[in-house]
């Protein structure tokens, strides 16, 4: 079955510590995106790649890092410099250009003490 | 900038009450309109896709449409499965990425 899974479901971290977050897809698509969902808030975007070897900043990309080293593959890292950590963090994929949907994986949800 | 707003925020129906959620956006230049289904500690789940106003799609009991200013998901004698929070997003032709509405949580008492 083709799918997003994201790993792992629950993490528990302690404050000033960095922490990556996995992210894989089957789906053969290009864009990857990472969305960050708190309680009363519609999902922000916090980077996204188009294309292996690149990738932008979204809405909220202060104290977050990505890279996409393999099409498959887009794992973001929660810095110890992101104020907030402790989120419901959602990876999503599409096919390359505008206006396809995005499929979106399971999530994982972060918590920083 | 682009703007959705979702109402109402939640929404308690019974078993076989039809009704309608509401999404609100503006956007310069709308490449296309998302509904998304989401269930508690999971992700979203794709239900539609719209491009222009007029366009309708239906999948079961959901029915969406479009005008030039907002969308519409209506639900047609609802079962309780259908509980979920309902999330609208819009793409325009500026920024990559989806933005999201805040949702709806619906209740469908049986």
């Known amino acids: 079955d083709g799918g997003i899974t994201q790993s792992p479901k629950y993490l528990f971290r302690k404050e000033g510590q960095n922490v990556t977050l996995s992210c894989e897809q089957n789906l053969n698509h290009d864009a990857m995106y990472w969305y960050r969902q708190d309680p009363g808030q519609g999902l922000r975007l916090i980077y996204y790649s188009q294309i292996v070897n690149d990738f932008q900043k979204g809405d909220i990309a202060e104290g977050y890092s990505v890279s996409r080293e393999k099409k498959e593959s887009f794992p973001l890292t929660v810095t110890s410099a992101q104020k907030n950590p402790t989120a419901f963090y959602l990876c999503a994929s599409s096919r390359q250009g505008k206006s396809y949907e995005q499929y979106f994986g399971p999530g994982t949800r972060l918590t920083v003490t | 900038e682009d703007q959705v707003t979702q109402s109402p925020e939640a929404l308690r129906l019974q078993e076989g009450e039809s009704s309608s959620l509401n999404c609100s956006y503006t956007v310069s230049g709308l490449r296309g309109l998302f509904w998304y289904r989401q269930d508690p500690g999971k992700g979203p789940e794709f239900l539609f896709t719209?491009?222009?106003a007029g366009e309708e799609k239906e999948k079961e009991r959901l029915k969406a449409t479009l005008t030039k200013k907002e969308s519409f998901l209506h639900i047609t004698a609802p079962k309780p499965e259908d509980s979920a929070t309902y999330l609208c997003a819009v793409e325009g032709g500026g920024a990559d990425g989806l933005t999201f509405g805040k949702g709806t949580h619906l209740i469908i008492q049986p």
């Open positions: 719209l491009y222009s």
